[in-house]
């Protein structure tokens, strides 16, 4: 498995409704990290690929995908060697199936890794983690 060395990378950032990164004037009020460019107050479809083109992010994130004018700019920049960050609420594979949205990036075999989060008592904790088999392009639980 590829190690990513994140330390001074360039990460975009998707802030749609500009809850992660809280932009004040153009400077964000939470930390999002030194290198990380913040697209905020535009749909994810169309910051996702303004990211693409314009800001050579070697990493993309955005939060609650599900909106089928996703699908393509994350498939883009995937195939791009982007590498992607993206929340979706769901409980488990079986869950997240559910949206039509989410079964075709399943299906489209693109996420290395699936993590499910569990909220106890406002902390999360890491439930489960999925990992892409290239060779059978199943998602398989990692132990």
Do not use: W
Request: hydrophobic residues 40%; proline residues 3%; charged residues 25%.
């Amino acid at each position: 498995m590829e190690k990513i060395n994140f330390t001074g990378i360039n990460v975009g950032l998707v802030d749609e409704r500009g809850e992660l990164a809280a932009m004040y004037k153009g400077v964000p009020q939470n930390d999002i990290g030194l290198r990380t460019d913040v697209l905020d107050n535009i749909p994810k479809s169309i910051g996702m690929r303004m990211l693409i083109r314009s800001m050579s992010p070697k990493v993309i994130s955005a939060d609650e995908i599900g909106n089928s004018d996703e699908i393509e700019p994350i498939n883009y920049a995937i195939c791009s060697g982007i590498k992607g960050i993206f929340t979706a609420h769901g409980a488990s594979l079986e869950e997240i199936s559910i949206n039509p949205t989410l079964k075709m990036l399943l299906n489209l075999h693109i996420f290395e890794r699936i993590v499910f989060l569990t909220d106890k008592k406002k902390k999360a904790e890491i439930e489960a983690v999925y990992t892409l088999n290239k060779k059978t392009s199943e998602y398989v639980i990692m132990d």
